[in-house]
Each structure stands twice: as structure tokens, then as C-alpha cells.
């Protein structure tokens, strides 16, 4: 019974629904008013209700509350809304696919980043996923947080994402493989540095100084709190909060009194690039592992799966190399 109805709706879906209709739930969402919608699609209000009306009845109950502060979706219509921006986001890489495709190249990928992933990493794995230079692949860099990635990701605005695996993060209708893990360094100026590397690591002195760290309720920021109560010490308030590792760079590089805890591959890239030095304290606790997550509801697609294995070989190898020369 229940898939003769499936197959019902099936039919009805594939024979009337139409982008038109998905880009309307869309608008509405956004809008909250049927009256606004029109104007902003330059339609009549009565079109737009009609056109309502249909989709209502192709799906079978309503898709939005309505009430005197506007239109909110109904359970009903929070299922279809996601599929809706899924689908106009499909739509949308599949312009840029085609594109890509005119000019010579791969398919484009849009691949979302959490802070502190190396940049060596993403450029290996985007060289070796697409060696030949005749077929290259193209990128775009989205960063921001493991669950603003993972939303990104559901609704199909990202195609893939290296992000932060803990418990806190919610793994709905996602894949995931892990890729390596972290240890946390300090780093300071070179000066700032020597002076704290000649004396026992003292969190009351450290939490007198200039700190700089990202936002509140990150993974990073929550541990970084931990630590300094765990050794009853109030946590410093950042002077700047920031993931940027250019901004961290030159922040620290400028000031003897400035410091910062970052991943120990990133604290080595940026004393390659900035300038900064790592002091040679060891920590107690390691930061979530890096991951790798996909869509756990389809297949990927080739060009996916080409980068997420340039990636998983890639750390391989880097921890094959890490335990060889230890």
C-alpha cells in the first residue's frame, strides 16, 4: 500500500512538477507573504496563490502555515523546501559543470573547509586528483564551521567537506572518513618564544598575555577554556578572534606579548610563511581529528570520489612518512 502510493505521487510529481514551482517554496520561505512573493517574481498575488494551491495538492497537505506574522512551513514543508534547495543547487552546479566543460575542464567542485586545513593538503589533493592539464579540475574554497559545512553539504550547496569529527556533530544523512589528527601548539614571536621556552609552562603567566582565537563555542576555543580551568585560571579574553592564519601570523610576528594555539601543521606552515615561532611546550590532549565527509544518501560523483581519494591517499602517506622518521 505504501508504495502504490509512492508510485502515485512519483507520477504525479514527475508530471507536473516543474523548477518554476520549487523556485515559488523558495521565495516563499524567504518572503513569508504571498503578496510580497508576487512582487519580488512580478506576478499577480492570485497567480501566485494558485500556483500555491497546485503544489499543495500535487504533494498532498500543506506546505505553509499561515497566520497573521506570515507563512511558515508546516513539517510537510520543511521536507519538500530541503529537497527544493537541494535540487536549485543541483541545477546550478550543473550550469557550472557544463560551462566548466565548454572551456576545457572538469567538472567544478565546491568543497567546504573548517579553519586550520593545511593549504599544501587541498593544493596535493587538486593537482593529483586531475594530473592530466588538458582536463583540470576546478575549485571554489567555501570555509567556515563543521556544522555550517555539514548543513551546506545536506542541501547541496557543497560537494564535499573536511571539517572536525567529534560527538557533537551531527552526522544525518552524511558519510565520513577520517583523514589524520592534530596536536595544539602555542606559538608567539620568535623573542616571545625563547623567553617562554627557558621556563616551566605557567598558565597564570600565559593567561596575562595577548591571546588571539576563534569564536566562541568552536571545538578549539572550548578546549583551549578547559585547559586554563582545569589549572583553576581564569581564560583569557582574546584581544582578536579569528581563524585567519594570515591575521594570526601577523599579529604575532608584531607583538611580544601576543599568542596563540593553533594545529602543530599549520603552526609549521606559518613558520614558514610568517615568520612566527612555536615554544616548546607539550600539551596533554589532542583536537579532533580531521575528516572527511560526503553525502551519505547517493553515490558521489566521479569527480568526487577522485578528490576524496587523492585526499585519503595523501594523509596516508604523510602518516606513513610522520612514523617512518619517528
Not at 500556483?51 to 508546516?74: I, K, V, W
Not at 578549539?220 to 580551568?229: G, K, N, P, S, T
Not at 583569557?236 to 581563524?243: G, K, Q, R, T
Not at 593553533?262 to 611546550?281: H, N, Q, S
Request: charged share 20%; net charge neutral; aromatic share 4%.
Amino acid at each position: 500500500m505504501v508504495e502504490k502510493g509512492s508510485g502515485e505521487l512519483l507520477h504525479r510529481l514527475s508530471s507536473r512538477l516543474k523548477m518554476r514551482h520549487l523556485i515559488l517554496l523558495l521565495q516563499i520561505q524567504q518572503h513569508g507573504s504571498l503578496t510580497r512573493v508576487a512582487e519580488h517574481m512580478a506576478s499577480s498575488q492570485p497567480a501566485v496563490t494558485n500556483a500555491l494551491a497546485e503544489l499543495e495538492s500535487m504533494f498532498g497537505g500543506p506546505l505553509f502555515d499561515r497566520s497573521s506574522r506570515g507563512m511558515a512551513p508546516t513539517a510537510l514543508g520543511k521536507r519538500v523546501l530541503a529537497r527544493a534547495q537541494a535540487m536549485i543547487h543541483d541545477l546550478g552546479h550543473l550550469a557550472r559543470d557544463v560551462e566548466s566543460a565548454s572551456l576545457g575542464r572538469a567538472v567544478h567542485l565546491h568543497v567546504g573547509v573548517t579553519p586550520f586545513i593545511p593549504g599544501r593538503l587541498l593544493s596535493a589533493a587538486i593537482q593529483r586528483a586531475f594530473p592530466d592539464t588538458d582536463e583540470r579540475l576546478t575549485v571554489t574554497i567555501h570555509e567556515g564551521t563543521s556544522d555550517q559545512l555539514l548543513s551546506q553539504l545536506r542541501d547541496h550547496s557543497l560537494d564535499i567537506v573536511l571539517g572536525r569529527i567529534s560527538s557533537t556533530v551531527e552526522l544525518e544523512n552524511v558519510r565520513f572518513d577520517v583523514l589524520y589528527r592534530q596536536q595544539p601548539r602555542l606559538i608567539a614571536s620568535r623573542r616571545l618564544a625563547a623567553q617562554l621556552g627557558r621556563v616551566r609552562m605557567d598558565w597564570r603567566q600565559l593567561a596575562e598575555l595577548d591571546w588571539i582565537l576563534g569564536a566562541p563555542h568552536t571545538r578549539i576555543r572550548e578546549q583551549v577554556a578547559d585547559i586554563f580551568l582545569a589549572a583553576g585560571v581564569v581564560p583569557p579574553a582574546p584581544i582578536v578572534e579569528s581563524y585567519s592564519s594570515k591575521l594570526i601570523g601577523e599579529m604575532i610576528v608584531a607583538s611580544d606579548h601576543a599568542v596563540s594555539i593553533v594545529p602543530a601543521d599549520i603552526a609549521e606552515e606559518m613558520v614558514r610563511t610568517a615568520g612566527v615561532a612555536i615554544v616548546p611546550y607539550s600539551f596533554n590532549w589532542n583536537l579532533p581529528p580531521i575528516a572527511m565527509f560526503t553525502r551519505a544518501e547517493s553515490l558521489p560523483a566521479a569527480a568526487v570520489e577522485l578528490f576524496g581519494a587523492a585526499l585519503l591517499q595523501l594523509c596516508k602517506e604523510s602518516q606513513t612518512i610522520s612514523l617512518t622518521n619517528q
